[in-house]
């Protein structure tokens, strides 16, 4: 196996908006593909949520109430967003 400098790892974490940035019931655990050692500007979870890195509170997976459209997508293989013209 190959392995190349430019290679990212992609990594699986969760979190939600930290304390103080909404209210509580906007503070469900999204679950976000980030690459290793990425500083974005944005994060998006699974579920299509763009977030700033700075307001998110990183938690361990099973913490708080969790965002059931990233649960959801958890599986799949890309993140999906809501298509409109099916209803979904």
């Known amino acids: 196996m190959l ?6 790892a ?4 969760t979190g939600r908006l930290a304390p103080g940035t909404t209210g509580e019931s906007r503070r469900v655990t999204h679950v976000f593909e980030v690459d290793a050692g990425s500083s974005g500007a944005r994060v998006l ?8 890195p700075a307001d998110v509170e990183w938690v361990a997976p099973g913490t708080g109430m969790p965002c059931e459209r990233c649960l959801g997508l958890t599986g799949a293989d890309q993140p999906r967003y809501p298509q409109p013209e099916l209803g979904v």
Not at 10 to 13: A, C, P, S, W, Y
Not at 45 to 52: F, I, V
């Open 3 to 8: 392995i190349q400098d430019d290679m990212t």
């Open 10 to 13: 992609k990594l699986l974490v």
């Open 45 to 52: 979870a699974r579920c299509g949520e763009k977030l700033l």
